[in-house]
C-alpha cells in the first residue's frame, strides 16, 4: 500500500507539506471547499431531506400506511417487473452488442455505436410519442393490434418498451471502451488452450468485464425504475395498472396528497442512495481488478 | 491416460509453411500481410523470426496457431493441415495474457481442465510440475498483479507447458521487459527448451536475441510480407547474449535487415 509508506522526510507536524504557494493560498481552497460544500447542501442533502421530512410529516404510523394502500403496492409491482424485464435484455444486448463492435469488424460499425447513443440523444417524451405513434390506436400498426387484441400503448407492454429504449445504452457504453482496451490476446490464449468459443465467452471474456458490466447494470437499474417522461406518454395513467413509482408520485402530488406522494418518493430516494453505495463499492473493485492486470 | 505418460514431453513437430498468402482490408484499401512465404521447420527446432514492423510476422504464427486463415497455401503440422487452434501449438503473446481473475496455478489449471482424461489430483500435480520447471512453485497461489514483469512472462510459458504441446508459438514474449530480466531469460528458455524439446517460432525486434535463441534465424521483408534471407546460428548451447561471437553474428543481421527494410509501403490492385 503506497498510502502506508512514510517518506522519511515527512516530519510529525507536516504531512504532505504543500508547495509554499498553495499553502499561501490556503483562504483560496477553503473558500472553494465552503462553496462547494453549500452549493451540495442546498441542490442535494436539502432535497433529501425534505423528501423524508415531508413523507414523515404525519408521523412514522402515516408514512407506513401509505405503501399499504392497493395503488401504491401496485406501482412498487409494476415499478419491479419493468426493471426484471429491462435491465436483463439491456444487459444481454449490452454485451453482445459491445462484444460485436470491441471484438470484430464488420461493415456499419460506427452508425451502430451511434444508434446505442440515440437513446441519450434524445428526449424521453419523444422515445414515448415515437411507440404511440407505431403502436398507438392510430399508429402503424393500431388497427392490427386492435384486431389481433394486443394492448401496448396505455398498457404494462407499452412501459416496458419505452423503458428499455430509454436504458439500452448504459451497459454497452460501459463495455465497448473497456472490451476495446482489453483486446484479444486473453481470447487467443483462451483458445489455443483449447477452449471453445462458447467456453471462451463465459470464462474469459465474461470474467474479464465483470465490473464493468455490474456497473453499467447498477445503472441501468438506476434509470429504469426512476424513467418518468417516456413512461409517462405511453402509459395511460390508469391507477393500479399502468402506473409505476414516479407516476404514482405525481398522480398523489396532484391529488395534494403530499404525505402519500413523498413517502413513495422516499422509495426512490432510497434507491438512488443504495445505487450510490454500489456504485461506489463497484467503482473501486473495478478499479482495483484493472490495475491488477495491467 | 496416467502421470507418468501425460509428463512425459510429447514429440516436437515438423512444421512446413507451404505457399501462404493473406491480405487484409484496413480502411478501404488492401494490405498483403503475407506473399507467398513458405518455410521448413525440423522436428524440437528453434527458428526466431526478424523483420520489420508490420511485416506480417504475427500473422504467420496466428494462421499455424490456427486463430486465422490463410487465403491460399496451407500449413501442415506433422503432414496433417492446420485448420484450427490445437492443444498441440501453443501461442505466448508479447502482454503476458493471463487471466487476472484466477492464482497463478489457477492460469495453469485452466488449459488442463479442458484437456480430457485428467483428474483433479492429476491436473494439480502437472501444474506444480511446470511451475518448478519455471521457478515459480513458491507463487502458485500469488495472483498475476502480485507477479513482476518476467515472473508472468514465466507463468504464460508455464501455461503454454502444462497441456504437453508439441509446437511453442512466441510472439515478441520478452519485449516488454527490462534488460536484465530478459537476459535472464534467454538463459532460462534455453534451458527449459533443453529438458522439454518442442518446435518453437520465436517472433522478435531484437536481432541479438534471435541469434541467441534461434538455431535459424528468418528475415522478413514488408509490404508484402516475405522471407528475404535466413542466417543458421552454429554457436553451441547454452548462449550467452554477451560474447563476441554473437555479436558478429548480430551484426552481418542487422547489416541484411537494413538492407531489405527500404521501401514505401506498396499497397496492392484488388
Ligand atoms: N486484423 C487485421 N485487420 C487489418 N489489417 C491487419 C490485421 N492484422 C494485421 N494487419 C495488417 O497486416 C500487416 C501485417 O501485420 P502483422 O501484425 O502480422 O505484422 P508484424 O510483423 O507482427 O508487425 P509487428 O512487428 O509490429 O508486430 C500490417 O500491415 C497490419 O496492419
Ligand atoms: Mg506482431
Redesign the interface.
Known amino acids: 500500500m503506497p498510502a502506508a509508506v512514510a517518506s522519511p522526510l515527512t516530519t510529525a507536524g507536516s504531512r504532505n507539506p504543500l508547495p509554499r504557494a498553495s499553502r499561501d493560498a490556503a483562504w483560496v481552497r477553503w473558500t472553494l471547499t465552503a462553496v462547494a460544500l453549500v452549493f451540495l447542501a442546498f441542490f442535494l442533502a436539502l432535497p433529501l431531506a425534505a423528501v423524508f421530512a415531508e413523507g414523515l410529516r404525519r408521523g412514522v404510523a402515516a408514512y407506513f400506511a401509505s405503501f399499504r394502500d392497493t395503488d401504491a403496492l401496485a406501482a412498487i409491482r409494476l415499478t419491479l417487473l419493468t426493471a426484471a424485464i429491462a435491465v436483463p435484455a439491456n444487459a444481454v444486448f449490452g454485451v453482445a452488442a459491445a462484444w460485436a463492435i470491441a471484438k470484430f469488424p464488420f461493415r456499419g460499425k460506427s452508425l451502430l455505436i451511434t444508434l446505442i447513443d440515440l437513446p441519450f440523444a434524445v428526449s424521453p417524451v419523444i422515445a414515448g410519442l415515437v411507440y404511440v405513434l407505431i403502436f398507438g390506436a392510430n399508429g402503424w400498426f393500431g388497427s392490427w393490434l386492435i384486431d389481433h387484441d394486443v394492448r401496448i400503448i396505455f398498457a404494462v407492454p407499452g412501459i416496458i418498451i419505452a423503458t428499455t429504449f430509454v436504458t439500452f445504452p448504459f451497459v454497452a457504453r460501459e463495455l465497448i471502451p473497456l472490451m476495446q482496451a482489453q483486446g484479444n490476446?486473453?481470447e487467443?490464449?483462451?483458445?489455443?488452450?483449447?477452449?471453445s468459443g462458447w467456453?471462451t465467452f463465459w470464462?474469459?471474456t465474461l470474467?474479464?468485464i465483470?465490473w464493468g458490466l455490474l456497473y453499467g447494470i447498477i445503472l441501468c437499474n438506476a434509470r429504469a425504475m426512476g424513467e418518468f417522461g417516456a413512461v409517462s406518454v405511453v402509459s395511460g395513467h390508469i391507477r393500479g395498472e399502468t402506473d409505476t413509482l414516479p407516476l404514482h408520485v405525481e398522480i398523489l402530488y396532484n391529488e395534494y396528497n403530499f404525505v402519500g406522494s413523498f413517502a413513495v418518493a422516499s422509495l426512490l430516494t432510497l434507491l438512488a442512495l443504495v445505487t450510490l453505495v454500489l456504485k461506489t463499492i463497484v467503482e473501486w473493485r473495478h478499479a482495483a481488478?484493472r490495475?491488477?492486470?495491467t | 491416460m496416467t502421470l507418468p505418460d501425460e509428463l512425459r514431453n510429447e514429440e516436437p513437430s515438423k512444421l512446413s509453411v507451404q505457399g501462404v498468402s493473406k491480405r487484409f482490408r484496413s480502411r478501404g484499401h488492401l494490405v498483403q500481410a503475407l506473399d507467398n512465404v513458405s518455410l521448413e521447420v525440423g522436428e524440437g527446432e528453434f527458428v526466431c523470426l526478424v523483420g520489420p514492423s508490420g511485416c506480417g510476422k504475427t500473422t504467420l504464427l496466428n494462421i499455424i496457431g490456427g486463430l486465422e486463415h490463410a487465403d491460399s497455401g496451407q500449413v501442415l503440422a506433422d503432414g496433417q493441415p492446420i485448420t484450427s487452434p490445437g492443444r498441440d501449438r501453443m501461442m505466448m503473446f508479447q502482454e503476458s495474457a493471463l487471466f487476472p481473475w484466477l492464482d497463478v496455478r489457477g492460469n495453469l489449471l485452466f488449459g488442463l481442465k479442458l484437456k480430457p482424461g485428467l483428474r483433479r489430483k492429476e491436473r494439480l500435480e502437472i501444474a506444480d510440475f511446470y511451475l518448478r520447471l519455471v521457478g515459480l512453485e513458491r507463487f502458485r497461489k500469488a495472483h498475476v498483479h502480485e507477479l513482476s514483469g518476467g515472473m508472468k512472462q514465466r507463468v504464460a510459458l508455464a501455461r503454454c507447458l502444462a497441456p504437453n504441446p508439441r509446437v511453442l508459438l512466441m510472439d515478441e514474449p520478452f519485449a516488454a521487459l527490462d534488460a536484465l530480466t530478459r537476459e535472464q531469460l534467454y538463459g532460462d528458455l534455453q534451458h527449459i527448451w533443453q529438458e522439454r524439446k518442442k518446435t518453437i517460432i520465436f517472433v522478435t525486434h531484437n536481432v541479438r536475441e534471435a541469434a541467441c535463441l534461434g538455431d535459424r534465424v528468418i528475415l522478413f521483408s514488408p509490404n508484402p510480407g516475405r522471407i528475404r534471407e535466413e542466417f543458421k546460428v552454429g554457436l553451441p548451447r547454452p548462449r550467452d547474449i554477451n560474447t563476441v561471437e554473437l555479436a558478429r553474428y548480430s551484426t552481418s543481421i542487422t547489416a541484411a535487415l537494413k538492407g531489405h527494410a527500404v521501401g514505401e509501403p506498396r499497397e496492392v490492385a484488388e
Open positions: 490476446d486473453e487467443y490464449a483462451a483458445a489455443t488452450l483449447g477452449a467456453q470464462r474469459v470474467p474479464n465483470k481488478s490495475s491488477a492486470s
